[in-house]
């Protein structure tokens, strides 16, 4: 499916999860000096532009990142990941939101490298442009990620970084997911993979996370932000989650301590709310 565009969610609740964990998962890395490879399956276009277009219309950032932007009593790890978007709104207003390659840069060392798939034939010729100053340190391929994943793993170093996250407005990627991360480990099984997901009241929902716990792997870590009381309707989205194989062991101490203060900032209603879950196998 090709009608999915990120544009009119950049900067959103569930972005700023994302990326969130995208930067603790980066530094953590960075604290060895061996180069590693960051792959992302879903890359979208890599820079999103807020006041105007597609992010304009829903302003969902408003909801997200705008939240924090003025903030000046964020916990560390919170306010390092807002200085990361502060790079790209060099002037002090929030005009521009990146994607998960350039948040991913913003954070990695010149050595690292950055293996970028997208398929939506407008997104992919936006994140070759948005990525062609970094020359040959990012690589950007157009086609289904799940499929390249194939091709980069494992990365060279033996060292890196996977980040899956579809659109799930297809049924089937729920288990695409599960089905990408069992090949995943098979090739990699000590690289660390982060998969998005939707909280929703459908049964596909609820059951990724539950599915990926069973994988081989030396551990797990499940976050989840609800930010407001799920529909009376049964429909929309009222929250995200972030599952990660092979955790930092350091990263369940870090939520504990930033996870109460971005529900607060981003609560929609009375009803939102954190739940952290972690083993180590």
Known sequence: MLSYRHAFHAGNHADVLKHFILVELLSYLNQKDKA???IDTHAGAGLYQL????????????????RLWQRKDLPEALARYVEV???FNPDGKLAFYPGSPLVAQAVMRRDDKLRLFELHPSDSKLLEA???????QAQVSVGDGFNGLKSVLPPPPRRGLTLIDPPYEDKGDYRTVVKAMEEGLRRFATGTFAIWYPTLQRAESRELPEALKKLPSKGWLDVRLQVQSPSLDGF???GSGMFIINPPYTLAETLQSVMPVMSDALALDAGARFTLAHQSN
Do not use: D, P, Q
């Open 130 to 136: 948005n990525c062609e100053s970094l020359g040959r």
């Open 36 to 38: 590693y490879w960051y």
């Open 51 to 66: 006041t105007e277009g597609y992010a304009a219309k829903n302003a969902e950032f408003e909801g997200g990142i705008a």
């Open 236 to 238: 929309g989205m009222h």
């Open 85 to 87: 978007i502060r790079g």
